[in-house]
């Protein structure tokens, strides 16, 4: 920019300066390309700036540029002004606003800032001084690792917003010049809707107790932590007259019975089954979240929080009872009684041996088969996914072992509606994942998917498939790196996870920045971990990488073994099963031949197989039916 250009702006600045000033908002100067004030601004929270000290901060360089940007400053001196300031690229914008009612948000001043974020102002009496309202986990460059920062804050007393029509700012709606005037309710409303985004849990998280293992026993605290109780909340509220509106990816919008307006009273969050009512006409407290259990004991039990627990109870929302009779054990009848135990209590790492015995008792007589998730047809069901399991599959880059795994994933959801998934992938983004599922339940070559070169009938087989995945994908959580198992422990406490991937062990930390500089060590804590999780009945699906070998020989079926896997002796104490997914062959049908090497079983006989392998589809298939 010339010497003379940016006069010229610094002189339209400081004339917009003056008109914000006399339409009762106080400003200050912002430095060229910054957010930092020129020189002391803080005497104008109290008073309102005057026209030569504009003026000589507006005309005098500052670090070699004059002025080009203004703010403006919150609180009473600028007639109760606030503002919410959307931080990390707006990424809780979208989700804020659909909470809104639009009568409400149309008022609002709204802009844009340069990083895509996005600022939103009004004037209430009752502005605050700056607050924290919604916190990320996201990835600090400095400290080069992930850090809780603010997604939306506040700035009212003691803070400011550099705004429209700043270099770079750009005003959506509304006017700076006439902010509107809400009530304190629309304010509690705007505030509730972005601490309701919150991801910031109220207490720390144990690493190795995961979040998958509940601290607390009583029915309503098992109810609250059930992935399923958002949506059995859903279908409480519909049978009790609430009208579902609309819904995006994170929540459900409602409205209570006997409401006529056009817009929403409820949101019910799709994560943990929350609900935040906005009306005053509701059986809830009005800008409250209200926990899943309480929101049940209201509606289906009239109030009554006793009643409450005890019907949750009848439905299965309690911790294992062993009461077993062991004379009619050996009847195989299943009379039961309750047993006592003499021994310490309390503890969570013991378990009395007459327990233990009866509640195997009580699975034995229920009739009930243990659960193994159907994957498919053929030799792709010897790969038995069950809860409590760990799975483990090795192979060399390229010989499809991600493949593999994404397909049992995605073809489990299909065949067991329940079934809730989460990815974490290090290597591979959500989207190169999807695509690869794309060409594989289109029946479009991959290639062709990604050079987005498609034929209309190409296109009409890719739009059938993005319609099949459409429906699975919205029980698919992928978690994307830098990621640790604490991360991805709070990816399944916040959105539920049957089975767990991750792709791939040896690059998955206990917990980022405090790795053990052994990777051996550091493997042995990571499989404990894992073991935990899958104790809490769900299946993780680990993926390792090989030592390195000889050329491609190392890694065919005769040589390839539980030792080839990296930190082998760690991985094969912590797995049920371990798979060697070797190279695969020339076949006569056009495809590869891939043996599977069954390394280790805890529960059956090993077995090897042959699988075929499609490379243009991403696709396995048993011989026999491919």
Not at 20 to 32: C, F, K, N, Q
Request: charged share 25%.
């Amino acid at each position: 920019m010339s010497e003379k250009s940016g006069r010229c702006q610094a002189e339209e600045m400081l004339g917009i300066a003056k008109t914000y000033r006399d339409a009762g908002l106080s400003v200050t100067p912002i430095a060229a390309g910054t957010k930092l004030p020129v020189g002391k601004w803080k005497i104008f929270e109290t008073q309102l700036i005057d026209d030569a000290d504009l003026e000589k901060r507006y005309l005098t360089p500052y670090n070699g540029k004059l002025p080009d940007r203004l703010a403006v400053i919150g609180g009473a001196i600028s007639g109760g002004l606030e503002m919410l300031d959307f931080d990390a690229g707006g990424v809780e914008f979208e989700p804020w606003k659909e909470s809104i009612p639009l009568k409400l948000l149309d008022r609002l001043v709204i802009e844009q800032t340069p990083s895509g974020g996005y600022h939103v102002a009004y004037r209430c009496a009752q502005a605050e001084a700056n607050q924290g309202l919604c916190y990320r986990l996201l990835f600090d460059e400095k400290k080069k690792k992930d850090v809780w920062k603010a997604t939306i804050e506040t700035r009212g007393e003691g803070g400011f917003c550099v705004v429209a029509p700043s270099d770079a700012y750009s005003l959506i709606q509304g006017d700076w010049l006439r902010p509107p005037t809400i009530t304190q309710d629309e304010r509690d409303l705007l505030i509730d809707a972005a601490r309701s985004l919150d991801r910031k849990p109220k207490e720390s998280v144990s690493v190795i107790a995961t979040p998958f293992e509940p601290d607390m026993d009583r029915p309503g605290d098992l109810f609250n932590d059930d992935p399923q109780t958002p949506h059995a909340i859903l279908r409480i509220l519909l049978k009790h007259g609430w009208i579902l509106d609309r819904e995006s990816d994170e929540q459900w919008f409602l409205k209570h019975p006997g409401n006529r307006s056009k817009e929403h009273s409820t949101t019910l969050s799709k994560s943990n089954g929350f609900l935040h009512a906005f009306s005053p006409n509701t059986p809830f407290e009005q800008g409250k979240n209200v926990p899943p259990f309480e929101v049940f004991a209201v509606l289906e039990a009239d109030g009554d929080y006793t009643k409450a627990a005890s019907t949750l109870a009848d439905k299965g929302f309690k911790p294992p009872v062993p009461n077993v009779d062991l004379s009619a054990m050996l009847e195989k009848t299943v009379a039961v009684t309750t047993f006592a135990s003499s021994g310490p209590v309390g503890s969570r790492n013991i378990i009395p041996g007459i327990e233990a015995l009866g509640k195997f008792c009580t699975d034995l007589y229920s009739g009930a088969l243990p659960l193994i998730w159907d994957v498919g047809l053929g030799e792709l069901n010897r790969i038995e996914l069950a809860p409590n399991r760990i799975i483990v599959f090795g192979g060399a880059p390229g010989s499809g072992k991600t493949a593999l795994t994404m397909q049992l994933a995605i073809d489990a959801l299909a065949l067991n509606s329940d079934l809730r998934i989460i990815v974490a992938n290090v290597e591979m983004s959500p989207s190169v994942l999807l695509e690869r599922q794309v060409a594989r339940f289109s029946g479009i070559p991959l290639g062709i998917v990604q050079l987005r070169k498609f034929s209309t009938e190409q296109q009409s087989m890719i739009d059938t498939g993005i319609k099949q995945l459409e429906t699975l994908a919205r029980r698919i959580t992928f978690v994307v790196p830098p990621f640790d198992l604490k991360i991805v422990a709070e990816a399944v406490a916040g959105y539920g996870g049957d089975l767990i991937i991750l792709d791939y062990l040896q690059r998955i930390p206990l917990q980022l920045g405090n790795q053990h500089k052994e990777l051996r060590v550091e493997m042995n804590r990571v499989m404990d971990s894992i073991r935990v999780t899958a104790s809490t009945g769900r299946c993780v699906i680990g993926l390792s990488s090989l030592n390195r070998a000889a050329g491609r020989e190392g890694y065919d079926a005769g040589t390839l073994t539980l030792s080839s896997f990296k930190e082998s002796g760690e991985i094969e104490y912590g797995a049920d099963d371990c798979f060697g997914v070797c190279f695969g062959n020339a076949h006569e049908s056009g495809k590869l031949l891939v043996p599977i090497k069954h390394l280790k079983s805890r529960h059956h006989e090993q077995q090897d197989f042959n699988l075929l392998f499609d490379g243009a589809l991403q696709s396995f298939a048993p011989l026999d039916i491919s």
